[in-house]
C-alpha cells in the first residue's frame, strides 16, 4: 500500500481509486483482472478490495450484518459496505480497542459484526479485547485484518503485523484465517457467517494476485487445501506467501524438482492431518510465511511434526526474528527471500541439506 | 408465560408507595450485602467493599428498575445490564437467583471447581448475565454496542452501564465515551459507583477522575449527580431516564462510599478484598441486618 492511500482515507471512492490508477502496483493489478467495479476500477482480484462490496452482497441477504472500521473505511475498502448500507455501517474512529468491544457488545445482541482495520492494531493493540470480549464469550464478530505482515514497508515495525499470527493463535475459541486471494477471501467471508464463534481473517496488502480463479468449493476452516501435487518437498504456506511459493514450485520444476503446494489458509485450528501427510509423502518440508519465524504457521507445523514422531527435513521461510529493515514491500520480500527467488532457493538448501546428512 | 419485571411506573416522592417500595429495596440491599459476606467466606475472600458501593443501585436497578424476564434471560426486548465493574458480581448473583433466573443453592459452591460462578460474572454459565466482565475498560464499549445493535434492529430497550470510578483511569472508558456521545446513544445509561477509592487508595491520590460531571459533559454526555445511598435521588433519576428525550446518552454519577453499612470497611483500601471470621463476621452480619446507620464518611 503506498503512502497516498492512507493520506487520503478520508477521501470518497472516486479519489481513491484515482491513487490506486496511478500506482505501479495498482495498475498492475487493474491489468491482471479486467473486470469493472462500480467506480469504473477494477480490483477484483484484490483481496482488500473486495471486501466492502462482498460484505454488502452478504448484508442484502442477511440484515444481521454489521461493519465497522477505525478511520480506515477507503484503506480496507469497508466503504464499498457504507455506501451500500450505511444504517449498517460505523465508523469508529481511531479507536481500535473500543471497535472490538462495541462488536461485541452487538453481536450479544444478535448482529453479525465485521470490524476492519490494519492488522497490527487489531491484533496487537486489540489482543487482550479479542481474547476477553470475542473468545471467552464465543461471540461471532470477524476481523478483517488487513495490511498484515509487511505489507506497509516502509511505513515502519509501527504498521507491520509480523506476530500477529503467534497472538491470534494462542487464544483458545478464535478461528485464525489467512486470505491469499480475493476469491479466498470470498469463500472465508462467507464461511464467517455462518461459523459460531470469533474469527481472525488475516489479509494482504491488496494487491495480491489471483490463486484461486473461482471461489473455492468446499471451503472449510482447519481444511488446507492441496494446489499442487509433488514429491520432492512440501511448501506448507498460506495468505501473501502461497503466490510466490506456486511460482518457485514452477521454478523448481523447471529445474527437476517436484513440490506439493498447501495452501494452509487455517491456522488455528491447524489441519494436523494434512502436516502428518506431508510427513508420510514427501518428508522434506519448508513452511513460508509473511510472519516472524517465531510462533506463527511454521511453529504451528513444527508442533505437529514434533508430537507426530517422525524423522523429517524441516525449515521455516518467514521474518527471522527481528524487526524488518526499511524499504518497500517488494524489495523486503526479496531480501527475506520471500519471492519467488529466495524460496526456489530455499527449498533447494533443503533438499541438498538432506542429500549432505544421507551421505 | 414469561412475566416482564418491573413494567410498573415507579411511585412518585412522598408517597405510601413510594415507601413502600424504599423498605423493599432496603431489604434487597441487605440481601446483597449479607450475601457477598456469606459467598466470601465460601470462597475464602471477597470484594466486599466495591460491592457494598453498589447495593443500592443494585436494589434499585433490578427491583424497579430494569426491565427483563428470568424464565426468559434471553429476551430479545430485555433491558441489557452490563457490570463493567465486574468485581462486583458477588452481589449481583444473589440478586439474579432471588429473581428466579437460577436455583440460589448453586451459589452453595460459590468459586469451587466447576461452579458456574466466579469473582467475575461469565454469561455462557450465568442465566442473567447480560455480558462476562472482569477487565476493567471494556464494559462501556460493550454496552455502546448493545445501545447501537438496538438502533439498527429497531428495539426499544435500553443499556445500562456500571462503571467503577478507579476503572476510569482505563483509557478505553474514553474512546466509548466519545463514540456514544458522538452516535447519539441516548439509549445507552453509565452509571459511575463513585466510591472514591481504587484498590491503592483514594482515586485523587492513585490517579485524579474529578470533575467527572465536566468530563462526560465535555463528551456530549447529559450528567445527573446524586447520592447513590439514596432510594429518593435514585428513583428519581430512574424516571426520568424512563421518560427522557434527550439525544445524548446518560451518566448517572452515583456518589458513594465504599465499604458502606460496615462501618469498619468503609472507605478503608485494606477492605477491598478481604476475608471476614469467627466472630467478626457475626458482628458484620448483625450489621447488616440492622440497616443502614448515619456513615461516619458519609457527606
Redesign the interface.
Known sequence: MTGETTSTASAGPQEISGVFRGSADGATALKETGKKSEQGVSARSIPTFIAGEELADLADADERVVVMTADLASAGRTIDFATRHPDHFFNIGVAEQNMVSVAAGMASTGLRPFVSTFAAYLALLCCEQIRTDLAYTGMPVVMLAHHSGMALGYYGTSHHALEDLSAMRGIAGLTVVCACDANELRAILRASLVHDGPVYVRMGRGRDAEVYADVPENFAFGEAIRLTEGSDVALITTGSQVQPCLQAAEELAKQGISARVVDMHTISPVDAAEIRAAVDDIGTILTVEEHNVTGGLGAAVAEVIAEFGKPVNFRRAGVPDVHVVLGPPAALYAHYELDAAGLTSRAKDLLQHMRGSDR | MAVTQNTAPIPVRGTQERERLFRFLEEKAKLVRRQTVRLSRIAGAGHYTGTFSCAELFSALYYSQLRFRPDEPHW?ERDRF?LSKGHAAIGLYPVLADLGFFDAELLDNYTRLHSPFGDHP???KVPGA???S??LG?GL??????????R??G?EYL?YCMLGDGELAEG?VW??A??AG??KASNLIAIIDRNQLSIDGNTETVMGVEPLDDKFAAFRWEVRRIDGHDYDQILDTFCYVRDRSDERPFCVIADTVKGRGVERMELDKDWHVGNLMGADYDDVMAEIDAGLAPSRSHA
Open positions: 430479545a452490563v461469565d454469561m455462557r447480560d455480558f462476562s472482569g477487565s471494556h464499549s460493550v454496552s455502546l454496542g448493545m445501545a447501537l445493535a438496538a439498527v434492529t428495539r443499556t478505553q474512546s466509548a466519545m463514540a458522538h452516535f
